[in-house]
């Protein structure tokens, strides 16, 4: 035994004595700072210490470690501590390290949630509980209910992207759900779950690819033995949105106490919230948009005389010239064949009221088919079985289920389409316009949203399932312990696309002679308020359906223990080899490889394999102990080779250290190399396309052709007419040229020549534990830089860069790279669609602080008080999204991360109840319109604050009943630009008021 080591034991005797760790932390089998694990016969020694506690054990004293166990759901790591006899530990194990040591501290920025504070947040999944954090950005969840929307839930530490952190179960891989090898956390068996650890900066030395951003491990309770249901309900105050959680776990051990098995079931069903079910989103005038359920006609460039026009509407009593004739105007239709300018401020409408806003611009509300929650119903099952075969070797196997059912749905697809002057159906008035073209004879563009075809559904099921078996054991030569096992993963993803029409028949029947009569019955009138006959809707819509399928294989086995000792203590080391497969397939339907349905992008199959060899070592040398200003000084190293059968051999490695100055107050910090390999989406996804936004020039962003656009009024008017004019938007057009859309599709496929990324993270942090006040204190520096960002352009960055915003085109020349990735229609001059190639783009760099505050401690007589705060400070968060292009810092811009973002709780616990208050702060944030523009007059978004109650009492300790009100003050969430109605979903609380009642019954 080392000097280290025994002094280490010694100051273990003291601290049993009282039963408490250093900072009065009470002594438990797990600490709650989740850094040290005992072994079983101490386990069993406090439990039966505990056994012969007073009867007061089960109120106070058993009520004051609960209430320590969840300050703030966010605990400092600190130096080793427990309180147990001075034999039998097991080494403390931390997120970040493979090597076990009994007083080892974490050198890296770590934050542990216990399951106490997961729980009083009231929340039905994982994510939403972390999101909370201010470590974490904006991923995957519950709001993103429009178009896209999978119900799936991820995480995205720092705002780097959910790609670029890595979520481990207990340490290991868990199978992906997307493509991107990003895990839904929706997955994880969350009524096991003991804690969560997450590591802020690099980590692939240790874990290898993907843990660029940090790491998220997930750690599940051992050894569960018992009878647990929970339960939980959820609604918000406006009476909606109900959400219930149901999980039963049963286990215990077997043959003479050798093995232990566990099974936990669980569901969760929640419900949608429409977009209309709040008085915040009800201001929403729903968008800009010319292709609505009665239909359009744009004039274009074939224009029709103005006498011809005021013809028509002197009918309808306009004035001469009151809708005047442009390429923009947009004629349309109502039910009795008359018609109404739907721009120029709307005239003559007899349609129904709120579908026209007279604004000057007309505006079609899609929000009606709306929701801003995902509706989801999730299965899951965890199983798990450990047996010692020997006192040395324990055999394992695991495995987890989930299959989740959600639904999304959108408004009517869109397009414009030619239609023959020979259509039947073409209204009389109509006629007579059409009629005065220079080309009377030629087809019009009638630009319609296919309400009457239903809303459109995304139904999509996602089965995930994962198998894992190994075995472990200690070796007693080095005083360390092996692992080895093997997993195999899918997740089988089924969506069917309800609503859509189907271009080929749409065509048919808009051409046929007789209006599609003979191929449906009535034929298809689309000019007014469509009715389908069911013949027609057969021919017209369809049902398409796609399925994914991605497969994930590891085998990994490691290694650590001691080699010698030092005059500080004894060096310590892991090493192992792996390797992982990642393989996957996509076929959709026949219809969307064809790009035959109206409003949905064409898709085609792919399918691709990658995997890895990797082989690691890492160690940890302690340099000086019990020393003048170096209680103990360690130092970690590690590397890390994978060799990708794709990208080629990749190194990472890292160095860190760890410093106590004295007992109480330690320095930590580090650099590391981390590298995240391009995932088989990224390397193999075969040609698709979507619809992207892209802003409004009043907003420095959009397509600067527009007449409205400040760069055609300023000192380069001349050079970016000409451009647009080589472009394709046609020189009658340009004068007045208006892009009514402010969308399009956008192009993206994979790319195999991808390189993996490289990132390179320095931390630096002092973390302070005074013994005996009950207080710690954590500050730490981080600063992650990616490069070769693996990805694709936006549409914003694409139109950016080619009108020169951003520098990328000084020539304002047509044959730039940017430029001739935008194809326009040469009729009306906008934008058709947008490539976006995947390549190996520029950077991302991110820096600020973590400041991390807990303390608790008795009121004399009067209960147990317990206070905590987490709070991120981001300096910088800067993207360059070429190499060698212009820098842009998105910090405290809505949509990145707020420059200050602090969660807050204080909890007040007597005997077996307890109530606590959270505060959740949002700093004030500009719009992301002045990062191009700081001219912009976009107004930024003040500080938000809410506050959330929570509280439990214990019948007994087989009874627990909880409840809670988040966001008490039932705020509304603030309005993001200029429109009403919109805001942030995924950063504001954009529901209300929520309730909710959480039952705990153990046997």
């Known amino acids: 035994m080392s000097r280290r080591t025994r002094g280490y034991h010694m100051s273990l005797r003291s601290l049993s004595a009282s039963g408490r760790g250093p900072g009065g932390w009470p002594a438990a089998a797990h600490d709650p700072r989740g850094q040290i694990t005992l072994r079983r016969s101490v386990l069993a020694l406090l439990v039966a210490h505990a056994l012969f506690l007073p009867a007061m054990a089960q109120g106070e004293e058993a009520a004051a470690a609960n209430v320590d166990a969840s300050t703030v759901g966010a605990t400092v790591d600190s130096t080793a501590a427990a309180a147990a006899t001075a034999t039998q530990l097991d080494a403390v194990t931390v997120t970040g390290s493979r090597i076990a040591r009994l007083d080892y501290a974490s050198s890296s920025p770590l934050t542990s949630v216990p399951r106490e504070t997961l729980r009083d947040t009231g929340t039905s999944t994982l994510e939403e509980a972390l999101n909370q954090l201010p470590q974490l950005g904006i991923g995957a969840n519950k709001t993103n209910a429009g178009w896209g929307g999978t119900g799936q839930a991820t995480l995205n530490l720092r705002g780097l992207g959910p790609q670029r952190n890595l979520v481990l179960l207990d340490g290991r891989r868990l199978q992906p759900a997307t493509t991107d090898n990003v895990v839904d956390v929706n997955t994880i068996p969350s009524a096991l779950i003991e804690d969560v650890q997450i590591i802020t900066g690099g980590a692939s030395a240790v874990y290898g690819s993907d843990a ?78 010319f292709r609505i359920q009665t239909g359009t006609y744009e004039l274009g460039s074939n224009l029709p005389t103005q006498a011809a026009v005021n013809q028509v509407f002197a009918q309808y009593g306009a004035a001469p010239g009151r809708v005047p004739v442009s390429p923009t105007t947009y004629l349309g239709f109502n039910d009795d064949g008359t018609l109404f300018s739907a721009n120029k401020v709307p005239f003559n409408w007899r349609g129904p009221d709120g579908q026209l806003n007279n604004t000057g611009t007309q505006l079609n509300n899609l929000n009606q088919f709306s929701l801003i929650q995902v509706p989801l119903e999730r299965h899951g099952a965890f199983g798990r079985v450990t047996y010692r075969v020997t006192d040395d070797i324990q055999a394992y196997g695991q495995f987890n289920w989930s299959s989740l059912h959600s639904y999304v749905a959108a408004e009517g697809g869109n397009t414009g389409i030619n239609v023959p002057v020979t259509n039947p159906f073409v209204p009389a008035d109509l006629r007579t316009i059409l009629a005065s073209r220079a080309n009377p004879n030629a087809d019009f563009r009638l630009h319609k949203r296919f309400q009457e075809a239903g809303p459109r559904t995304f139904e999509r099921d996602f089965d995930n ?24 993963g899918s997740m089988r993803a089924h969506e069917v696309n309800n609503g859509a029409v189907v271009i080929a028949s749409l065509r048919s029947v808009l051409t046929a002679a007789d209006g599609g009569a003979s191929l449906c019955a009535g034929g298809y009138n689309p000019f007014g308020l469509t009715v389908l006959s069911p013949e027609c809707r057969n021919y017209l819509v369809a049902a398409t359906i796609s399925d994914t399928e991605l497969d994930q294989e590891v085998m990994e086995a490691n290694v650590q223990g001691g080699l010698f000792d030092l005059p500080a203590g004894e060096l310590r080391f892991a090493a192992g080899l792996g390797w992982r497969r990642n393989s996957y397939d996509f076929q959709p339907d026949r219809l969307l490889q064809q790009g035959g349905i109206v409003g949905v992008p064409s898709r085609g199959p792919s399918h691709g394999s990658t995997s890895v060899s990797e082989v690691y070592v890492e160690t940890l040398v302690p340099v000086l102990y019990d020393k003048p200003f170096a209680h103990s000084l360690d130092v970690g190293l590690a590397y890390r080779y994978s060799d990708y059968d794709l990208s080629g051999g990749v190194d990472t490695y890292k160095v860190d250290f760890n410093w106590a100055l004295i007992e109480d107050l330690r320095l930590r910090g580090g650099y590391q190399r981390a590298v995240r390999a391009p995932s088989v989406g990224e390397l193999f996804v075969a040609s698709e396309t979507e619809s992207n936004s892209y802003g409004l020039v009043v907003n420095g962003q959009g397509d600067q052709c527009e007449a409205g656009s400040p760069l055609r009024r300023g000192a380069t008017a001349a050079a970016i007419e000409a451009l647009c004019l080589a472009h394709g938007i046609p020189a009658a057009l340009l004068p007045s040229y208006i892009d009514t859309q402010r969308e399009s599709l956008a192009t993206r496929a994979g790319n195999t020549a991808l390189a993996p990324e490289t990132a390179d993270t320095y931390t630096f942090g002092l ?83 973590d400041f991390q505050l807990d303390w608790q401690g008795d009121i004399g007589n009067a209960g147990r008080l317990s206070a905590g705060s987490v709070v991120s400070w981001v300096d910088k968060y800067e993207v360059q999204a070429v190499k060698g292009g212009p820098v842009y810092d998105y910090a405290g811009y809505v949509g990145t991360l707020p420059t200050w973002k602090a969660v807050s709780q204080v909890r007040y616990q007597q005997g077996p109840g307890s109530i606590g208050l959270r505060w959740r702060y949002i700093d004030a944030m500009e719009h992301s319109s002045k990062v191009l523009n700081p001219a912009s007059t976009t107004p930024a978004v003040d500080a938000f604050s809410y506050f959330d109650l929570f509280g439990s009492w214990d019948f007994g300790t087989r009874l627990r009943l909880g409840a809670g009100v988040n966001n008490v003050l039932d705020k509304q969430p603030p309005q993001v630009g200029g429109t009403p109605g919109a805001t942030h979903n995924s950063t504001y609380d954009i529901y209300g008021r929520q309730y909710f009642v959480a039952l705990t019954v153990q046997l």
């Open 767 to 849: 973390v302070w534990t005074p013994e005996g006040t009950g207080f710690s204190l954590a500050a730490d520096y981080f600063d992650i830089r990616v490069e070769d960002v693996i990805g694709t352009l936006t549409s914003s960055q694409v139109l950016a860069a080619c009108f020169n915003q951003d520098g990328s085109n000084p020539n304002l020349s047509v044959n730039n790279f940017y430029c001739s990735l935008i194809q326009r229609n040469p009729d009306t001059g906008r934008i058709d669609n947008i490539d976006k190639p995947t390549f190996n783009m520029g950077s991302l760099e991110t820096s600020g602080v």
């Open 465 to 488: 399932w994962q198998f894992l078996a190994g075995a472990k054991g200690s070796l007693d030569a080095i005083n360390g312990s092996w692992d080895a096992y093997a997993s195999k």
């Open 212 to 289: 660029i951003a940090g790491v998220v491990n997930i750690r599940l309770k051992e050894d569960f033995e018992g009878i647990r249901l929970d339960s939980q309900f959820a609604r918000y105050g406006e009476g909606d949105g109900d959400t219930t959680d149901v999980a039963l776990t049963l286990g215990g051990n077997f043959a003479e106490d050798r093995g232990n098995a566990v099974l936990s079931l669980s569901w969760s069903d929640r419900e949608g919230v429409d977009f209309m079910a709040r008085e915040f989103f009800r201001k929403a005038p729903g968008g800009t948009d």
